[in-house]
């Protein structure tokens, strides 16, 4: 079965300029999460979503939002970019909330790398 | 912040067993003990979870101490694709998200 999908796999952007990223879960896998990957911070949680809804959000400015479709598919929006928001971001896939870490397990994508120059 | 404790790397040799150990001395009754690894240019991989007994799957096995403060996540026999960062996760307090540590970065030489 297709994994998850994350596009762009790269993307360059000024200061300033916003963003939007999208990830498609596993067909079926109806939460998704975002998580951003520094060398400085490693993986933090960004927010999961599932049935359209944020059900979770971690300790990022407003600036990071997102949302979610009707068929799971997701996309995450950071505006006004910083340097400091150069990043992995990766999105991983559930079938629903709370399994993923008790026990099904996360899939993750391969991430969007996002450089801000 | 990480609930998991992990040494900072590891080495070993090819086709020789590994054993990746991991701190979790706050852990709560109802946590499950998760192993994710990311390989260079990859998200992160889930490998293994348990919550009392010792696991197996094709990937690895998990042994988890009696008093689940610890726990060790062996690999039989290293092969150079193994070579990744591995990461052992608790969920939050709220049981809702992992909390990522910096991992322990595994270096399998030929």
């Given at each position: 079965k297709a994994g998850v999908t994350q596009t762009p796999r790269y993307l360059i952007k000024t200061r300033g300029q916003q963003v939007t990223l999208s990830c498609s879960p596993i067909s079926g896998h109806r939460s998704v999460s975002w998580y951003q990957q520094t060398p400085g911070?490693?993986?933090?949680?960004?927010?999961?979503?599932?049935?359209?809804?944020?059900r979770n959000k971690g300790n990022f400015p407003g600036r990071?939002?997102?949302?979610?479709?009707?068929?799971?598919?997701?996309?995450?929006?950071?505006?006004?970019?910083?340097?400091?928001?150069?990043?992995?971001?990766?999105?991983?896939?559930?079938?629903?909330?709370?399994?993923?870490?008790?026990?099904?397990?996360?899939?993750?994508?391969?991430?969007?790398?996002?450089?801000?120059? | 912040d990480a609930k998991t404790t992990q040494p900072n790397s590891m080495e070993s040799n090819?086709?020789?067993?590994?054993?990746?150990?991991?701190n979790h001395s706050t852990i709560s009754g109802t946590d499950y003990i998760h192993?994710?690894?990311?390989?260079?240019?990859?998200?992160?991989?889930?490998?293994?979870?348990?919550?009392?007994?010792?696991?197996?799957?094709?990937?690895?096995?998990?042994?988890i101490a009696e008093d689940r403060k610890s726990s060790t996540l062996i690999l039989h026999r290293a092969t150079l694709r193994d070579a990744a960062v591995y990461y052992c996760i608790l969920p939050d307090n709220y049981?809702?998200?992992?909390?990522?540590?910096?991992?322990?970065?595994?270096?399998?030489?030929?």
């Open positions: 911070q490693g993986l933090q949680f960004l927010f999961e979503y599932f049935s359209e809804t944020q990071f939002s997102g949302r979610q479709f009707s068929n799971s598919r997701s996309e995450m929006n950071v505006s006004t970019l910083e340097l400091g928001d150069s990043a992995l971001y990766l999105c991983a896939s559930s079938l629903v909330p709370g399994t993923g870490w008790q026990g099904d397990g996360y899939t993750f994508g391969s991430g969007t790398r996002l450089t801000v120059v | 090819e086709e020789e067993p590994v054993h990746l150990p991991c192993w994710y690894r990311q390989l260079p240019s990859q998200g992160p991989e889930y490998v293994i979870h348990g919550l009392t007994s010792n696991v197996n799957n094709r990937m690895a096995s998990l042994a049981g809702q998200n992992f909390v990522f540590g910096p991992g322990t970065r595994l270096s399998v030489l030929p």
